[in-house]
């Protein structure tokens, strides 16, 4: 077992990796590969859900950290929340994961486009490496006002 074989699994790039939901074994085999966190943006409620994963990840000497966004309402805060862990991570190799890397990918494209100079046209390139096809009302308004947030900010900082 590999944590490659985690569903929807992304190499970001050295330090991260976005996925589905992973099974115990599967978070066995991230620790093996060495990763250090894993950043859980799933609800407990989720189908897919593993129970007591952050014992598990503990366990293995990862850390755990779980930001629960529900799918149908990410929040502004949820953001916030993932912006500030995802820049207390930045020697750590983390796994960020929901339950089918929808969540994680979004997410990523938008701290990315804010932290790290990614354009829109990079982020949604990213995105679309999983969403290809899909479409969810509720995240493309999500993810329209976090950029018009991300955009806002730039033209005041400027």
């Known amino acids: 077992m590999s944590a490659l074989d985690i569903y929807n699994y992304l190499d970001v790039n050295d330090r991260l990796a976005t996925s589905g939901q992973p099974a115990a074994d599967q978070l066995r085999a991230a620790a093996a590969a060495g990763f250090d966190t894993i950043v859980n943006l799933a609800t407990a409620r ?28 990410p929040t502004d805060e949820d ?18 994961h929901c339950a089918a890397n929808f969540r994680a990918t979004a997410f990523y494209a938008l701290y ?38 991300i955009a806002g900010e730039t033209v005041e900082g400027a």
Do not use: C
Not at 79 to 85: D, R, W
Not at 120 to 149: D, L, V
């Open 112 to 149: 990315a486009q804010k932290h790290l100079g990614w354009s829109e046209a990079q982020a949604e390139a990213f995105r679309a490496r999983i969403w290809a096809g899909s479409h969810y009302p509720i995240w493309e308004a999500f993810m329209r006002r976090i950029r018009a947030r």
């Open 79 to 96: 953001f916030a929340v993932f912006e500030q862990v995802m820049r207390q991570q930045s020697t750590a190799r983390v796994l960020l």
């Open 46 to 73: 989720s189908t897919n859900a593993l129970p007591e994963e952050g014992d598990l990840v503990r366990s293995l000497g990862m850390a755990y950290i779980h930001i629960p966004v529900e799918w149908d309402n």
